[in-house]
Each structure stands twice: as structure tokens, then as C-alpha cells.
Nanobody, 116 residues
């Protein structure tokens, strides 16, 4: 059974940093590209970043370029999202999924709140 367990969220002041983790299980992690999405209250879920299966290709939403970094550790079956210079508009629940997300495997996500 495929599962994604996101963690690392919290409350942070504007300009601060957080590192999110997503532990994956139930499939061959090193064969799959991965992605981070986020959903703010009252808004649709949106792409944040993607990373290819071996990490050689990354894609970022314009809104996070230069501030967020996606990475992965295939030995640990974990994908990370380092978020720097956080802004109030980054407040959302953050989720991980496959490169092409599949609706049936969304996890609970992790809440990120950026506020002073």
C-alpha cells in the first residue's frame, strides 16, 4: 500500500525557514519522481516543486523559485522541501505525491503557518 507521511511543518515568522520531510512507502521509491504541492484555505491545491527519480531534474513554481529547494534521499525513501525566506502567502498545508500526482494516495499533509 502506497503511503506518504509528511512532517516538519509549524509556525514560523516571516523570513524564517522550515524543512519539510515526506517519508514514502509501498513502492520502489528510487524509480519514481516526486512532487510537493500545497493548499491554502479556500484555494485549490497547487504545485510547489518536483524532482526526478535520481534528483537530476527539479522544477519549481515561480512563486517559490530561489527560496525553496527540493531534494531526496533514495536510501531513506524520503523527499525534502527546504523553505527559506518564508512569506505569509506560503501559509498552507503541504503534501507530497508522485511526479504526476495520483488522487488516491494523498496523505494528511503538514501545516505551515507564516505569521508574526
Amino acid at each position: 500500500q502506497v503511503q506518504f507521511a509528511e512532517s516538519g511543518g509549524g509556525l514560523v515568522q516571516p523570513g524564517g525557514s522550515l524543512r519539510l520531510s515526506c517519508a514514502a512507502s509501498g513502492f520502489t521509491f528510487s524509480s519514481q519522481g516526486m512532487s510537493w504541492y500545497r493548499q491554502a484555505p479556500g484555494k485549490e491545491r497547487e504545485l510547489v516543486a518536483k524532482i526526478s527519480n535520481m534528483g537530476g531534474t527539479t522544477i519549481y513554481a515561480d512563486s517559490v523559485k530561489g527560496r525553496f529547494t527540493i531534494s531526496r534521499d533514495n536510501a531513506k525513501k524520503t523527499v525534502y522541501l527546504q523553505m527559506n525566506r518564508l512569506k505569509p502567502e506560503d501559509t498552507a498545508v503541504y503534501f507530497c505525491n508522485y511526479w504526476q500526482p495520483r488522487d488516491e494516495v494523498w496523505g494528511q499533509g503538514t501545516q505551515v503557518t507564516v505569521s508574526s
